[in-house]
Antibody, heavy 119, light 110 residues
Framework: QVQLQESGPGLVTPSETLSLTCTVSGGSITNYYWSWVRQPPGKGLEWIGYIFYTGNTSYNPSLKSRVTMSVDTSKNQFSLKLSSVTAADTAVYYC?????????????WGQGTLVTVSS | NFMLTQPHSVSESPGKTVTISCTGSSGSVASHYVQWYQQRPGSAPTTVIYEDNQRPSGVPDRFSGSIDRSSNSASLTISGLKTEDEADYYCQSYGDSILIFGGGTKLTVL
């Protein structure tokens, strides 16, 4: 059974960079697309972007200027960096896997991690 | 920008059938597969329908998905409603290497 686990600071200072890592267990990171999705408190889901195991990426146009994703196949991990954060970036951040080697829908999700942007 | 619009909330009684719509803002919803996710409070989303009308293993056949080209919309239908179906439901599609989520629909089973 594939499992995903997000990790990183739960509190980030405004204007700083949010950094999260997703560790994949029970399966290989290779041959799949890996997405980040966030959900502000009480609001809906927002796709942030994906990274293929080769390092190819695609980002949400509304966040593209602030997002960087990377992958470490040796550790079975992928990561998210979101720069210049504001209170509007406070959300539960989920990592998820693209089903069957495609990016177009998500079959396994992490439990999510709450990141609060506050001074 | 392509958007998916869902009703904010729906409610129905146990044992009844409910349908949640997901309407595309432009283009054709039928051009790309639509997925549906269920999210219970405090939990991550889980897939109940993928590729318009496919159910993952373990999802009961009370859940079904469809596409209506005439209204450019997708629908999630849940029959024989149970109190455990009360949750938020999100439709999702994709295109040009991006994923799009609908705003979500809160289903109340009362």
């Amino acid at each position: 059974q594939v499992q995903l686990q997000e990790s990183g600071p739960g509190l980030v200072t405004p204007s700083e960079t949010l950094s999260l890592t997703c560790t994949v267990s029970g399966g290989s990171i290779t041959n799949y697309y890996w997405s980040w999705v966030r959900q502000p408190p009480g609001k809906g889901l927002e796709w942030i972007g994906y990274i293929f195991y080769t390092g190819n990426t695609s980002y949400n146009p509304s966040l593209k200027s602030r997002v960087t994703m990377s992958v470490d196949t040796s550790k079975n991990q992928f990561s998210l960096k979101l720069s210049s954060v504001t209170a509007a970036d406070t959300a539960v951040y989920y990592c998820a896997r693209g089903r069957s080697g495609w990016y177009r829908d998500l079959d396994y999700w992490g439990q999510g991690t709450l990141v609060t942007v506050s001074s | 920008n392509f958007m998916l619009t869902q009703p904010h909330s729906v409610s129905e009684s146990p044992g009844k059938t409910v349908t949640i719509s997901c309407t595309g803002s432009s283009g054709s919803v039928a051009s790309h597969y639509v997925q549906w996710y269920q999210q219970r409070p405090g939990s991550a989303p889980t897939t109940v329908i993928y590729e318009d009308n496919q159910r993952p293993s373990g999802v009961p056949d009370r859940f079904s998905g469809s596409i209506d080209r005439s209204s450019n919309s997708a629908s999630l239908t849940i029959s024989g409603l149970k109190t455990e179906d009360e949750a938020d439901y999100y439709c999702q599609s994709y295109g040009d290497s991006i994923l799009i989520f609908g705003g979500g629909t809160k289903l109340t089973v009362l």
